[in-house]
């Protein structure tokens, strides 16, 4: 309860300096987040102080039953205390690693009735799996701890090796967490680079447009701009996206997309399932495959949506694949404005003069554009460095929040090292008096370090590649249809987790080195 207390009361402190840091974070990186006074609420004092509370009484249960069930004459004796095997653990972690890789395997499956519905299974398999690995660990502590040290073939390097082995229990509690941080940022990791893949496949197969203009930010613009493309020299084509918020069956609270029927279509490879994108006219919508059946819809179909001016009945014509980002409902530009549209557009799609120079159409573009500087012009492949850049500044934001947590799985390497340098007082006093230099107990230390932290991260990144596999299949549906892995990333993961450990080690290394030789020997 003391530890629980203080931690609890040091955490809230930290964390409001971490909240002030992630905002000036993202004010830094141009997100909109609020410049004003960060708000400290009562409620999280009692929320945070009830969950380290409950958290650390948690934690304390077994060790507590452990202490009770100590005979005393063996703690007169000073007997070590004996451990269970590892066998019923073992077969308890295999049933979970087992269940979680079932689960796995069928939440695809139900990406068919839901996406939702998918990834709640593919949560419920992440845990399964998480927690069977982290109880077989032990087991694969030995093995493993062999294979990573094996390149380190001196009496340090052995003595390293023997100490991961010689408590695989520890070995495996030490990297669970490290083990967890790395599996969520290797999971993310491969659902951003699956993501980016797809989005460049999506604009290589969809848009046919030679550019696009569009916001900063994908923000709205003004309608201005798109009679200042028509003007320009070399344009032939122009195609408006315009956005009106609704609320709307099978969708909830989305934004209804309002093109010209004739020019989306040339500028963008849209295919018609059902009806014609040439039907939409006054009060007609064009609803995605996925969409129309979800809600039961077909040709003819009435569909009642909410929009800021009201409820708008709009009668189905067309039943269309969706293409990326173009989904859900589609209507006319009239009928958007009906519905609420404001005069500002989304996204403006330029097919340029087929004899005309594409450098010179761009740079005229860019010259008539010159008053609006909220908007950019772009090519396809500079359209897709774009979305690639976006999709990379939240994969920075998120990958900041999850270095918390491997910074504390590094303590808990800080704290098994400091533990275990005073429960091998005497081995250390030992190997100092035959021979050995203060040098060689720090490098057998860090080592220690190394091969733990390594052998967390490998353990994580195989968790979070395959999961974000998975993740990557049940959101096919939603247009990330590429698998893609980010090696180059991964491998920076690994090569921060093995310094990280290192790092980690230096305290206790110097502590343990600097034990004086008799006083160790003595030492009880």
Do not use: C, H
């Amino acid at each position: 309860v003391v530890v629980a207390v203080f931690a609890s009361i040091l955490g809230i402190i930290v964390g409001a300096g971490v909240a002030r840091g992630l905002q000036v974070l993202f004010q830094a990186a141009g997100a909109p987040f609020p410049s004003a006074a960060l708000v400290f609420q009562s409620r999280t004092i009692v929320v945070a102080m009830s969950v380290g509370l409950l958290i650390t009484l948690a934690s304390a249960i077994l060790p507590a039953r452990r202490a009770s069930v100590i005979p005393p004459m063996a703690a007169l004796r000073d007997e070590q205390p004996r451990t269970r095997g590892l066998g019923r653990r073992t077969v308890v972690g295999g049933f979970l690693l087992g269940a979680g890789i079932g689960f796995a395997v069928m939440a695809p499956q139900l990406a068919e009735y839901g996406t939702t519905k998918a990834a709640m299974m593919a949560g419920g398999a992440a845990l399964f799996v998480l927690i069977g690995v982290l109880a077989t660990a032990p087991e694969l502590a030995r093995p493993a701890a062999a294979v990573i040290g094996s390149p380190f073939r001196s009496v340090v390097g052995r003595l390293a090796r023997g100490n991961t082995r010689r408590n695989p229990r520890r070995t495996a509690a030490t990297a669970g967490a490290l083990t967890i941080g790395v599996a969520l940022m290797s999971a993310i990791s491969v659902l951003a680079a699956s993501t980016q893949a797809s989005v460049a496949g999506i604009v290589d197969d969809v848009i046919g447009a030679d550019f696009v203009v569009t916001g900063y930010g994908f923000q709205p613009f003004s309608g201005d701009v798109s009679a200042a493309v028509r003007d320009t020299p070399g344009v032939a084509q122009v195609a408006v996206v315009k956005q009106a918020p609704a609320r709307a069956p099978g969708s909830g609270d989305t934004l209804i997309t309002g093109v010209d029927p004739q020019d989306i279509q040339k500028a963008l490879s849209l295919t018609a399932t059902e009806g014609s994108l040439d039907d939409l006219t006054a009060g007609k919508v064009a609803l995605d495959a996925d969409t129309a059946g979800e809600i039961g819809a077909g040709l003819g179909t009435v569909v009642q949506v909410l929009s800021v001016v009201g409820p708008v009945d709009l009668e189905v014509v067309t039943i269309y694949e969706a293409a990326g980002g173009f989904t859900g409902y589609v209507v006319d530009l009239p009928t958007a404005r009906d519905l609420g549209a404001s005069d500002q557009d989304n996204v403006v799609y330029v097919i340029k003069d087929p004899t005309a120079s594409a450098q010179t159409v761009e740079a005229d573009l860019n010259l008539a554009l010159e008053p609006y500087p909220n908007v950019q012009v772009l090519d396809q492949a500079a359209f897709k460095q774009s979305i690639g850049d976006q999709i990379g500044q939240l994969l920075n934001f998120l990958f900041a929040l999850l270095v918390l947590a491997v910074l504390i799985a590094l303590l808990g390497i800080v704290n098994t090292l400091a533990l275990s340098v005073f429960e091998r007082t005497r081995e250390i006093g030992l190997l100092r008096a035959v021979g050995m230099m203060r040098k060689g107990i720090r490098r057998t230390i860090v080592l220690e370090a190394f091969i733990i932290a390594v052998f967390g991260a490998v353990l994580g990144m195989v968790i979070g590649v395959a999961f974000g596999a998975l993740l990557q299949r049940i959101l096919a549906t939603e247009g990330i249809e590429k698998f893609a892995v980010n090696g180059a990333q991964l491998v920076l993961f690994l090569v921060l987790a093995g310094v990280g450990g290192v790092l980690a080690a230096l305290w206790p290394a110097w502590r343990g080195s600097r034990l004086r030789i008799l006083d160790a020997i003595a030492t009880e």
